[in-house]
């Protein structure tokens, strides 16, 4: 019996599998001057029971090995700080890196009221209402978000998305032109392949989820460092890449075929990439000679970047980058035949292109222990151009086929607009209950928008676009937030907004915020402020002629639209991470353009 036994032992054994297990690395920071914090206790939570544990070093940061695969909470304690948890998805492939901030505790005792922070908690301190942080995890976890930040948006309460073939979404009934999108502090071009100028979503999002970090969305009554919106921000963070040790993935899906490569760039300076780079699929089913349906295939690629440089001085130099491009031809005139894989109008050939980047260089620095300083420099392009070929055919009876007669241009167009911009923000801390952020964004655009048009008589073109110019948009704020105790927190700013091209001033734009958090897991909010926005910077240039042949720009001085934002809520934590959150709200809208 004994050797039967050990006989089946050896029989099963290369069946026996170890599980996998990762590391898991990070930095613990206080969340205002963004220093390390050393000494901090760092564990890994599998139903509230401690799995790991690790404690920060004298930079603040800390590596927990051999971690087994699967979903945690990671909580962070230390003296003086409230405690604060956050999820991690621990994958076999790669090292999960994670960033954690600690709020100093304002409690004069050594022992305080531990208040962690929930999933879902916002980045940004300066947020009271209607706002939400979303991770990497959460743009795949919730239907149809398809790794899209702006589509896993539209399962929000109070956010709609568009219908499936376009990721625009609508916040609490407000216009998808409200939506502004950030990185590192700037205001980015529409992040959208195949965009139509002036809109802020598109078929397919350039923004690939796998180089962002926790990000914040918000919905209404934002903080004063955001401006020119109406209805929604969102506030992405790029991630640095593994500065420890090279890692390669790829992945192979419907919307595009992608790699990603991060690793050190030297692991004495502590420095590290990013790059990945993602191609359309379909493109590639073509290219193999794959049919797939129809002959207007979506061609498109993107990627994006970000180098991190620790500086000497304790600093820290960043240079990133994210863009895209799309086309797609509908040809015609090379069909003989009619066809069933024939998209679009059957009278006209159509080539349709667009084209987005943003790159830019992060500087960040903590002055002193009570101030940090962040610059960003940045340049951005944004185009779309079209055109459509008119096509006069006839039917051989003989053959029954189609024979092109003759080809004409019917329309074209390009808009194009080449953004530098400058971002500045200081933040100081008065003391543990008071800090103030005071910052500057700074636009300058410059235009180039033109179309041509055949009139109905197909006999002249007709130029409702073609102008050339600049113009500068500038938002100074200033923000301050007081922690009354460990419970309440009260903020208030004002943001400004100048645009030069319609000579567009809101010089006085409050914003104020109340939190008030309980002790067995209630909060109530509240929030307010005046929000302005340009229109489509296509808008302003549009002209017509005036009986001496004249251009006459009957839009160059609309002002903004603008809106008041009042929200207020309550939200009840639950174990297992469930919660319950209900808001109300009051907006505003005026100086709304109904004609242009």
């Known amino acids: 019996m004994k050797n039967l036994v050990v006989v089946l032992s050896l029989f099963f054994a290369p069946f026996v599998f170890a599980q996998p297990m990762q590391n898991v690395r990070g930095k613990v920071v206080e969340k205002e001057t ?51 948890t956050q999820s991690v998805t621990v994958n076999s492939g790669t090292e999960s890196v994670v960033e954690v901030k600690l709020l100093e505790s304002v409690a004069e005792v050594e022992e305080v009221v531990i208040l962690a922070q929930k999933q879902g908690e916002v980045k940004n301190e300066m947020a009271t209402v209607s706002a939400q942080q979303f991770s990497v995890e959460e743009t795949e976890r919730y239907a149809g978000s398809r790794g899209d930040p702006a589509r896993m948006a539209s399962n929000f309460a109070g ?26 502090g700037i205001d980015i071009p529409n992040p ?11 078929p397919v999002s350039i923004i690939n989820n796998k180089s962002l970090s926790n990000s914040d969305f918000f919905m209404s009554a934002f903080p004063a460092e955001y401006g020119n919106s109406l209805s929604g921000v969102f506030d992405l963070k790029l991630r640095s890449g593994n500065n420890n040790r090279h890692e390669f993935t790829g992945q192979f899906g419907f919307l595009g075929t992608e790699v990603l490569a991060e690793g050190p760039l030297s692991k004495k300076s502590r420095a590290s990439y990013l790059i990945m780079g993602r191609y359309s699929t379909l493109s590639l089913f073509q290219f193999a000679g794959i049919r797939i349906g129809t002959d207007a295939v979506p061609i498109y690629g993107d990627g994006a970047f970000k180098f991190t440089f620790p500086t000497k001085n304790g600093g820290q130099l960043s240079f990133w980058g994210l863009g895209g491009k799309s086309d797609i031809t509908i040809k015609v005139s090379d069909k003989t035949e009619l066809t069933e894989e024939l998209y679009g109008e059957g009278d006209r050939d159509q080539y349709f292109g667009t084209s987005m980047f943003a790159t830019g260089l992060t500087y960040k620095k903590s002055l002193s222990e009570k101030t940090f300083f962040t610059a960003t420099l940045s340049s951005s392009l944004e185009e779309q151009h079209a055109n459509h070929d008119f096509l006069v055919r006839s039917i051989d009876t003989t053959t029954n086929r189609i024979n092109i007669d003759s080809i004409y241009p019917l329309m074209g167009f390009q808009f194009k607009t080449i953004k530098t911009s400058g971002y ?39 130029n409702r676009w073609d102008y050339l110019g600049s113009s500068v948009l500038i938002q100074p704020f200033v923000q301050w937030k007081y922690r009354v105790n460990e419970q309440m927190d009260v903020t208030a700013g004002l943001h ?24 067995n897991g209630q909060k109530v909010f509240a929030g307010a402020g005046i929000h302005s926005q340009t229109q489509p910077y296509y808008v302003y240039s549009y002209h017509r ?3 001496a042949g ?21 939200e009840k934590a639950f174990k297992k991470g469930f919660q319950i959150r209900t808001e109300v709200y009051y907006q505003h809208l005026y100086n709304i353009p109904v004609t242009v």
């Open 34 to 84: 963004e220093s390390e914090v050393i000494g901090a206790q760092v564990s890994l939570l599998l139903d509230d029971q401690t799995k790991y544990t690790a404690i920060t070093n004298e930079n603040g940061e800390f590596v927990i090995t051999k971690v087994v695969v699967g979903k945690y909470v990671l909580k962070v304690v230390a003296p003086s700080f409230i405690a604060a």
């Open 159 to 184: 956010v709609q998305g568009a219908d499936d073939s376009r990721n625009d979404i609508v916040v609490r009934g407000n216009s998808p032109l409200g939506i502004v999108y950030k990185v590192e």
């Open 192 to 202: 959208s392949h195949f965009a139509i100028s002036g809109s802020t979503g598109g």
């Open 424 to 462: 500045f923000s200081f933040n100081h801390k008065i003391s543990k209950k008071q800090v103030i952020k005071a910052g500057l964004n700074a636009d300058l655009l410059s235009f180039n928008m033109t179309d041509s048009v055949l009139n109905i008589g197909h006999t002249a073109f007709v």
């Open 496 to 519: 400004a907004q100048y645009f030069s091209m319609s000579n567009s001033l809101s010089l006085f734009e409050p914003r104020v915020g109340w939190k008030y958090t309980m002790k």
């Open 545 to 547: 002629f005036d009986n």
């Open 550 to 570: 004249n251009k006459v720009y009957d839009n160059k001085g609309m002002d903004f639209s603008k809106a008041a934002h009042i929200a207020m809520g309550y």
